[in-house]
T-cell receptor, first 113, second 112 residues
Framework: GENVEQHPSTLSVQEGDSAVIKCTYSDSASNYFPWYKQELGKRPQLIIDIRSNVGEKKDQRIAVTLNKTAKHFSLHITETQPEDSAVYFCAASKPSGTYKYIFGTGTRLKVLA | NAGVTQTPKFRVLKTGQSMTLLCAQDMNHEYMYWYRQDPGMGLRLIHYSVGEGTTAKGEVPDGYNVSRLKKQNFLLGLESAAPSQTSVYFC???????????FGPGTRLTVL
């Protein structure tokens, strides 16, 4: 069935360094790829998304890249700050009329001061 | 504009008890979803609804029922709770053509 694999499961970086989280999806019909950030005890919140007709999207320190041929997409956070510490989830969705997501299993990012 | 709200925030049940979780949204969204979140397993879809009066099964529907009698509300029911249903439950909603799902604050359920 449809699947989204996410790596790594945990990631520790020094403040100011970059962090990269990678996801691979199985369904080639997927066309929408959101990234959510979830702080401890809080709800997931959308931080950036990308559609299949775009290869890269940036929003200040956050960027997402998409490789449709390889069926993988990545989240890049530059100049990391302690407030970036959270769990990050990728997801994939296809045009089925339901807007359902398949989520990855999450990456716990720790930014060390 | 409250967005997506969930009731209750916390609940402890004994095995075999029943309960209903309420999700409400004030954004006039057509689509609503119930997820459960367990450590190391991400968010898994339990049931979803594409409009008032409709429901459908997600990845992990067993042991749960849902109803969408009003567009703004999506109810998740546990008829006979089991310890395996101990989890954090999130509701989400989106509108047609938007793709982005907006999440509620979650309900932490413990089944003893």
């Amino acid at each position: 069935g449809e699947n989204v694999e996410q790596h790594p499961s945990t990631l520790s970086v020094q403040e100011g360094d970059s962090a990269v989280i990678k996801c691979t999806y199985s369904d080639s019909a997927s066309n929408y790829f959101p990234w959510y950030k979830q702080e401890l005890g809080k709800r997931p919140q959308l931080i950036i998304d990308i559609r299949s007709n775009v290869g890269e999207k940036k929003d200040q320190r956050i960027a997402v890249t998409l490789n449709k041929t390889a069926k993988h997409f990545s989240l890049h956070i530059t100049e990391t700050q302690p407030e970036d510490s959270a769990v990050y989830f990728c997801a994939a969705s296809k045009p089925s009329g339901t807007y359902k997501y398949i989520f990855g299993t999450g990456t716990r990012l720790k930014v060390l001061a | 504009n409250a967005g997506v709200t969930q009731t209750p925030k916390f609940r402890v049940l004994k095995t075999g008890q029943s309960m209903t979780l309420l999700c409400a949204q004030d954004m006039n969204h057509e689509y609503m979803y119930w997820y459960r979140q367990d450590p190391g397993m991400g968010l898994r879809l339990i049931h979803y609804s594409v409009g008032e009066g409709t429901t459908a099964k997600g990845e992990v529907p067993d042991g749960y029922n849902v109803s969408r009698l009003k567009k703004q509300n999506f109810l998740l029911g546990l008829e006979s709770a089991a310890p395996s249903q101990t989890s954090v439950y999130f509701c989400a909603s989106t509108s047609s053509g938007s793709d982005t799902q907006y999440f509620g604050p979650g309900t932490r359920l413990t089944v003893l």
